[in-house]
C-alpha cells in the first residue's frame, strides 16, 4: 500500500538546537514528496518538495530535507530551532494509481520549540 | 496569504442540516481539493477536481458532495449533517497544468465547522 508515516507524534527541542522530524513513506515508482507547516488556526503552509536531483532539498525559513531513497525516508531539518518554528507539521507524498494522481499527507508531528 | 480564499470562516448549525462551504482557488490554479481536518481523524483528503472535472476522490462520504464551476472555484455541500462532521474544512489549490500532482498546493484558511 502507497502510504506516508510519520512515526513521532510529539518533538520538543531547545531554542538554537538543531531539529529533525521524520518522515518515511512507501509508493511504486519515482517519489515526490513535499513537507507542509501548520500554524495554530492557519491552513498549511507548502516548505518544500522533492521531486528529483539533489538529496538535499532548500526550502523556507531555513528549513531542509534530505531524502534517502535506500531508508525510504525524507527528514525535515533545520540547523538551529526558533520558537516561531513551534507548529504542526505534515509529510506528503504523491500517490499514482491508475485512476488517479493524488498527493496523501502524514498524520503530522506537533513540533514544540522550548525557549 | 495563500491567495486561497474560503467562506464562511466559522459555521455552527445543527444536525441534520445542510450547510455550503465555498471556495476561491489563487488565480489561474485550475486544481482544487477539499480537505478534512479533525482531531481524530488527521488530515483527510476529500475530493479533487481539475478544471470543473472530478479527478480524485478520497474519504469523502456520500452525504458529502462538491463541484467546480466554470470560474474555478469549487463549494463543498454537507448534508444531514452529524456531530462527527464537526472539524475544520480547507480547500487547497495548484497550478497543475496536467494531472501530474507533483505541484505544491496552496491553502486557504479553512472553515471551522460546528455541528450542535
Known amino acids: ?23 518515511t513513506y512507501s509508493v511504486s515508482g519515482n517519489p515526490y514528496l513535499f513537507w507542509y507547516v501548520q500554524y495554530p488556526n492557519r491552513g498549511l503552509q507548502f516548505l518544500l518538495k522533492y521531486i528529483t536531483g539533489d538529496n538535499l532539498v532548500k526550502g523556507s525559513y531555513g528549513f531542509e530535507a534530505e531524502f534517502n531513497k535506500s ?18 507539521y505534515f509529510c506528503a507524498v504523491r500517490v499514482q494509481k491508475t485512476s488517479y494522481d493524488k498527493v496523501i499527507f502524514g498524520p503530522g508531528t506537533s513540533l514544540s520549540v522550548i525557549p | 496569504d495563500s491567495g486561497v480564499t474560503q467562506t ?25 481539493y477539499w480537505y478534512q481536518q479533525s482531531l481524530d481523524q488527521g488530515l483527510q483528503f476529500l475530493i479533487q477536481y481539475y478544471n470543473g472535472e472530478e479527478r480524485a476522490k478520497g ?21 444531514s449533517l452529524e456531530l462527527g462532521d464537526s472539524a475544520l474544512y480547507f ?4 497550478g497543475s497544468t496536467s494531472l501530474s500532482s507533483y505541484n505544491e498546493q496552496f491553502f486557504g484558511p479553512g472553515t471551522r465547522l460546528t455541528v450542535l
Do not use: Y
Not at chain 1, 500500500?1 to 518522515?23: F, I, M, Y
Not at chain 1, 531508508?71 to 504542526?88: G, I, R
Not at chain 2, 464562511?8 to 441534520?16: E, Q, S, V, W
Open chain 2, 8 to 32: 464562511p470562516k466559522h459555521l455552527i448549525t445543527a444536525t441534520g442540516q445542510r450547510v455550503t462551504l465555498r471556495c476561491s482557488p489563487r488565480s489561474g490554479d485550475l486544481s482544487v
Open chain 2, 59 to 79: 474519504n469523502i462520504l456520500e452525504r458529502f458532495s462538491a463541484q467546480q464551476f466554470p470560474d474555478l472555484h469549487s463549494e463543498l455541500n454537507l448534508s
Open chain 1, 71 to 88: 531508508q525510504t525516508s525524507f527528514h525535515l531539518k533545520k540547523p538551529s530551532a526558533l520558537v516561531s518554528d513551534s507548529a504542526l
Open chain 2, 91 to 94: 480547500c487547497a489549490s495548484s
Open chain 1, 1 to 23: 500500500a502507497q502510504s506516508v508515516a510519520q512515526p513521532e507524534d510529539q518533538v520538543n527541542v531547545a531554542e538554537g538546537n538543531p531539529l529533525t522530524v521524520k518522515c
